[in-house]
T-cell receptor, first 113, second 111 residues
Framework: EPEVTQTPSHQVTQMGQEVILRCVPI?????FYWYRQILGQKVEFLVS????????KSEIFDDQFSVERPDGSNFTLKIRSTKLEDSAMYFC???????????FGEGSRLTVL | AQSVTQPDIHITVSEGASLELRCNYS??????LFWYVQSPGQGLQLLLK??????LVQGIKGFEAEFKRSQSSFNLRKPSVHWSDAAEYFC?????????FGAGTRLTVKP
């Protein structure tokens, strides 16, 4: 069964460092998303992406964040200068149609020290 | 903007007992509705979804949910809970390609 894959599964970084989280969405999906879940809290929407541009973004997704689809398969989330409060599980998701079911990856746990 | 409310932060039920997890949404039209489950340290797995049609939808693992337009609710139910159902459950609403999650309900199952 096709699935969304994310790498790395866990990354530890120093505050102020740049981090790139990678995702390979399901191959025939056109809509891509990043969500964040701080430990013990709700799943929060960060950004949606379609046709090589951001469709929507939340107030969390500030200038420190960026997304890119550098090739036909990868979808990345970059955090330019990490802060302690960026420590969270980051989930990538993709969907075939807008408003449809989102398929989630297993998540990338980011720990900022 | 749409919002999703899960009034119960934590629910404890005995194994074999029935379960109902509440979800209310706020949106002008009927959104697409979902329930996801998250086991500790895991990703989000879809249990079931409602797009249109029959308001009672069946999902995996014996779960079902009923959409009630008049109450703006989409409650999740299971007639007999198993110990393996212990997890975090998230209700979600998708409108205009923007899926938002409730705060989640943590389910504990007593032996």
């Amino acid at each position: 069964e096709p699935e969304v894959t994310q790498t790395p599964s866990h990354q530890v970084t120093q505050m102020g460092q740049e981090v790139i989280l990678r995702c390979v969405p399901i191959s025939n999906h056109l809509y891509f998303y990043w969500y964040r879940q701080i430990l013990g809290q709700k799943v929060e929407f960060l950004v949606s992406f379609y046709n090589n541009e951001i469709s929507e973004k939340s107030e969390i997704f500030d200038d420190q964040f960026s997304v890119e689809r550098p090739d036909g398969s990868n979808f990345t989330l970059k955090i330019r200068s990490t802060k302690l409060e960026d420590s969270a599980m980051y989930f990538c998701a993709s969907s075939e149609v807008p408003g449809g079911e989102l398929f989630f990856g297993e998540g990338s746990r980011l720990t900022v020290l | 903007a749409q919002s999703v409310t899960q009034p119960d932060i934590h629910i404890t039920v005995s194994e074999g007992a029935s379960l109902e997890l509440r979800c209310n949404y706020s949106y002008g039209a009927t959104p697409y509705l979902f329930w996801y489950v998250q086991s500790p340290g895991q990703g989000l797995q879809l249990l079931l979804k409602y797009f249109s049609g029959d308001t009672l939808v069946q999902g995996i693992k014996g779960f079902e949910a009923e959409f009630k337009r008049s109450q703006s609710s989409f409650n999740l139910r299971k007639p007999s809970v198993h110990w393996s159902d212990a997890a975090e459950y998230f209700c979600a609403v998708n409108t205009n390609n923007d899926m938002r999650f409730g705060a989640g309900t943590r389910l504990t199952v007593k032996p």
